[in-house]
């Protein structure tokens, strides 16, 4: 079997925000839509098809009559779990599998409990991604405050706490991805105040992030399941004491039977981020300009015959990832923003 080369990616985020619902979108929609520009994908193992398939499944039932509740995903304390998706180009009917994309999904509260194993994944990692719940970012309390919903759901210090704890020395790609912002998606100003929020709610974490030359950060909102609209917010107290927050969604643009059509939107951006974040890297680091890429400690020995080979591969990656480009998403209008590094994009 041909080598692989690997792209490591872990994503963050409190328990509830989305995780596991925004990775089984992303394949399933990134396989059809990347398909046309020539890309093909697939789970590396049957179980992380399984597991994929299942995510998905729960993600639908959303669609369903309006579910309560968040998506199903890893439970709080589950271990951290890693699911592995071959990339590669179909050439002359030939499928060329060459790259292998490893998310590692850290549940809430195992992030918590397991802090050192999760700092070694971050700096192993060529890619951070941070799920955020976008209600709790945006829709103020009935004073006027959003930051109660914020620190309660997302655990903005947490983060940034443990990514303090990260050795930055190797270029990184940190992504913000809200998710379930489709009631503010559907506006220019409702987007606009994402990206306003993001830079608000994790005003610190950016402010440590930017000291670092070799991290680029960028604000991607998705829409994992489309016609899935923020609907209303239930703020109850617990038999501690503590503040429990309970957001209702609701299906829209329902057929009689109260169902939903699945009409994910921008869900393939992340994937678009990474390969040309990757795609850059790589050009730089064979043309001498950057030094020790995590994921190249394979590619050290590509002065001979393999350097040519890889390049040969880069060449036919860029063509696709051109085209892919040309639907990347960058402007604060939209809610998306490259706050540093757009020169590390193709």
């Known amino acids: 079997m041909q080598d692989l080369y690997n792209l490591h990616i872990s994503m963050l985020g409190a328990q509830g925000t ?24 697939k789970p590396a193992t049957t179980e992380d098809e399984r597991q994929l398939s299942n995510s998905h499944e729960e993600m639908l039932r959303h669609l369903r009559g309006g579910v309560e509740g968040d998506p ?6 589950a271990n951290a779990k890693e699911y592995a998706l071959n990339l590669g180009f179909l050439k002359n009917n030939i499928k060329n599998y060459w790259l292998k994309l490893h998310f590692w999904d850290f549940p809430g509260g195992w992030i918590l409990d397991n802090r050192h194993e999760v700092v070694e994944h971050l700096n192993q990692s060529d890619v951070i991604l941070i799920a955020i719940d976008t209600p709790s970012l945006v829709v103020s309390d009935i004073y006027g405050g959003w930051q109660l919903h914020h620190h309660i759901k997302n655990r903005p210090k947490e983060i940034e706490a443990i990514l303090g704890d990260v050795d930055f020395k190797l270029p990184k790609l940190i992504l913000f991805v809200p998710i379930k912002c489709e009631t503010w998606r559907s506006s220019t100003k409702g ?16 402010a440590n992030l930017k000291m670092y030359s070799t991290v680029t950060i ?23 004491g503590k503040t429990v927050i309970q957001d209702k969604f609701l299906p829209q643009n329902t057929d ?12 393939d951006q992340p994937l678009i981020y990474m390969l040309s974040f990757l795609t850059k890297q790589v050009r730089d ?12 400690e394979k590619f050290r020995d590509l002065v001979t015959g393999r350097r040519k080979a890889f390049f040969e591969k880069i060449a036919q990656l860029e063509q696709p990832l051109n085209n892919l480009n040309k639907k990347r998403m960058d402007q604060k209008k939209d809610g998306f923003e490259i706050i540093q590094g757009k020169e590390n994009f193709l």
Not at 20 to 39: D, H, Q, R, V
Not at 72 to 77: A, E, F, Q, R, V
Not at 256 to 263: I, T
Not at 285 to 296: A, S
């Open 72 to 77: 199903i995903g890893l439970p709080p304390n």
């Open 18 to 41: 989305g995780k596991s619902s925004l990775l089984a979108s992303m394949f399933y929609t990134f396989k059809k839509t990347a398909g046309e520009s020539g890309f093909i994908m």
């Open 285 to 296: 680091y064979l043309n001498d300009k950057l030094k020790n890429k995590p994921w190249y």
């Open 256 to 267: 009689n039977s109260g169902n939903a059509e699945y009409c994910p939107k921008d869900i």
């Open 191 to 206: 987007s606009e105040l994402i990206v306003e929020q993001v830079r608000k709610g994790y005003d610190g974490l950016i």
């Open 218 to 240: 960028a604000i991607i909102p998705v829409q994992t399941l489309g016609n899935y609209f923020w609907a209303t917010r239930d703020e109850k107290k617990n038999n501690k």
